[in-house]
């Protein structure tokens, strides 16, 4: 990035707002302990320092309006922000980092002694922190023009090798059927394997797949011991459910709030809370210190009827299936213009529900990647999306995003979307998203029609 352009994203007003953020409440950031790889502490003045320094450094991600003054988003902007830096230290340290994908279970892979890495959430950190899309860009370049931005983003920090990656090790099942293209063509820079999860008959009375995805997670975790050098043991997998289920039982009371009228959580800082459900941003004790910050944060704005920076009164709550946006700012421009989004579908798969700590942790494993909802035939998922808003029973409208280049989500829009409004009622919108910060103007004037429509119906 040119110096011309540093110095104007300095002094946007959401750069100046989150330095002015930070500085006046510099109180309110605590340190992490066990983050940097997991070896070492990160203390607040050390966290403080980092984020200042990032005002320079990473000028995307303060074109967006994270709330410092929420207890927890300061600590949580610093793991996005440095989510590069502690891998490679990790990776200096001796830990091995294996790649997945989005909706695969966490637990498997930290459970088995590795460093789960989505590179995808990872590639949007990326593309956040730069304020550009270059990396998607080369990505596509290099890819295929026509790969989905995370995918191209994912390909870029790979084969550029601004992010370390060991292995990668996806399950492939019944969703994205292109990010294994971009694996297989990862292969010049890192070697791989993939877990094959059946498609039908996924429940677990049905021996045949059920046992199949047994044989598959016994033969990731024999994979993970050749890997590693060391055996895996039944209870460390056990141990990282208990460390999840904590993890996921704090984002499900955080979206709980965010329901809450007047909402005490705005869209941008629900969101950036739940997408790091995907790899914990590589260390799952730091994140639930920093999730428990927010959820306790959040639950004190609620006691006192505090509302969110930057959301109006009385919004119209937004659910988001398909794949959530890419681009942060849309968040903002929903609070904006008088909704709020209260969860992601893509996310949820991750956190909807504990995990069974008592049973053979394989056996319940394996459960869960075959009852993931994005795992489940088409018309089962959904199904599974129409009980989860009523569940919710405060959804307003649901937004199905597509992303460019994503033959997966695009296929199973209008049957999804189709199921919603038959079941529900609710309206529904079909979006479609490219590289952040593109086409913004005709997305405002889509949403807010979508707002208008809701408040008339
Ligand atoms: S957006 Fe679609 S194509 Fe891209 S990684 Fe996700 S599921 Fe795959």
């Known amino acids: 990035m040119n110096i011309f352009r540093k110095i104007k994203f300095l002094v946007t007003g959401s750069r100046l707002r989150f330095g002015l953020g930070i500085i006046k409440n510099p109180g309110i950031i605590t340190s992490i302990r066990r983050i940097d790889g997991r070896y070492t502490k990160s203390s607040a003045i050390n966290i403080f320092w980092f984020l ?246 959040v639950r004190a704005r609620a006691q006192a009827g505090q509302k969110a920076q930057n959301i109006t009164d009385k919004p119209l709550r937004l659910l988001i299936t398909g794949i959530a946006w890419g681009d942060l700012g849309l968040y903002n421009m929903v609070d904006e213009i008088g909704g709020q989004i209260i969860g992601s579908e893509c996310v949820l798969n991750l956190y909807y529900e504990d995990i069974d700590t008592t049973g053979d942790p394989v056996r319940t494993i394996a459960k869960r990647f075959m009852t993931t909802p994005y795992a489940l035939p088409a018309k089962e998922r959904a199904k599974w999306t129409v009980k989860n808003i009523q569940r919710l029973k405060k959804v307003d409208g649901v937004i199905f995003n597509c992303n460019f280049g994503c033959n997966y989500q695009t296929a199973e829009a209008r049957m999804v979307t189709d199921t919603i409004k038959r079941e529900t009622g609710i309206p529904c919108l079909i979006t479609d998203t490219d590289l952040p910060q593109e086409n913004r103007g005709q997305m405002r004037t889509r949403l807010e029609a979508f707002l208008e429509l809701i408040r008339q119906a």
């Open 52 to 297: 200042t320094r990032a005002l320079w450094r990473f000028p995307g991600i303060f074109d967006y309006q994270p709330d410092p003054s929420l207890h927890g988003v300061s600590e949580l902007t610093y793991m996005i922000l440095s989510l590069e830096e502690r891998l490679k230290k990790a990776k200096r340290d001796g830990a091995k980092i294996v790649a997945k994908w989005p909706a695969n279970p966490t637990d498997l892979y930290f459970g088995c002694g590795v460093i789960a890495l989505d590179p995808f959430f990872a590639g949007y950190c990326r593309i956040l922190a730069d304020g550009t899309s270059d990396i998607a860009k080369r990505g596509r370049a290099m890819l295929s023009e026509d790969a989905c931005p995370a995918q191209a983003a994912a390909y870029s920090i790979i084969s550029e090798e601004t992010f370390p990656l060991d292995f990668f090790y996806p399950f492939i099942g019944p969703w994205c059927y292109d990010s294994q293209y971009c694996f297989e063509a990862l292969r010049h820079k890192v070697d791989g394997d993939y877990g094959d999860h059946p498609v039908f008959d996924y429940k677990e009375d049905e021996k045949p797949s059920f046992d199949y995805m047994v044989g598959e997670i016994k033969r990731f975790i024999a994979k993970m011991e050749e890997f590693t050098g060391s055996k895996f043991d039944l209870e460390s997998l056990r141990r990282e459910f208990v460390i999840e289920n904590e993890l996921r039982e704090a984002l499900r009371e955080i979206t709980g709030f965010a329901m809450l009228d007047p909402p005490p959580i705005n869209s941008l800082d629900l969101v950036l809370c739940i997408f790091i459900s995907s790899d914990w941003l590589g260390d799952p004790e730091a994140a639930l210190q920093v999730l428990t910050r927010i959820r306790d944060g």
